[in-house]
Nanobody
């Protein structure tokens, strides 16, 4: 059973940066592909970023492309989401999601089996 624990959220001014962390446990780290999703109040959960198990492939939602970067530190069993040039519209609860099964699709949250508890990101204008 894969467990995911996020951290790193907080309050930041527009234009600022935050780095979210997602610690993976309960499974071989290199066998878990990871996605980041976010959900703002009253809105559906939306795709933010994805990385393949080895991080050789990554992709981002158009709304964050060029500002957010997904990476990992295998020595720490941790994935990161570096968020730069934050905007008020980035305000949401951010979730780390994992899966061990293969799929060519990754923007649908239903394709991920394991979820963290979420971390709140608030960007003030």
């Amino acid at each position: 059973q894969v467990q995911l624990v996020e951290s790193g959220g907080g309050l930041v001014q527009a234009g600022g940066s935050l780095r979210l962390s997602c610690v993976v446990s309960g499974h071989t780290f290199n066998e878990v592909a990871v996605g980041w999703f976010r959900q703002a109040p009253g809105k559906v959960r939306e795709f933010v970023a994805f990385a393949t198990r080895s991080a050789s492939g990554t992709d981002y939602a158009d709304s964050v492309k060029g500002r957010f970067t997904i990476s990992r530190d295998s020595a720490k069993n941790t994935w990161y989401l570096q968020m730069n040039s934050l905007k008020p519209e980035d305000t949401a609860t951010y979730y780390c999601a994992g899966r061990t099964r293969g799929s060519y699709s990754y923007t649908d949250s239903a394709l991920f089996d394991y979820w963290g508890q979420g971390t709140q990101v608030t960007v003030s204008s």
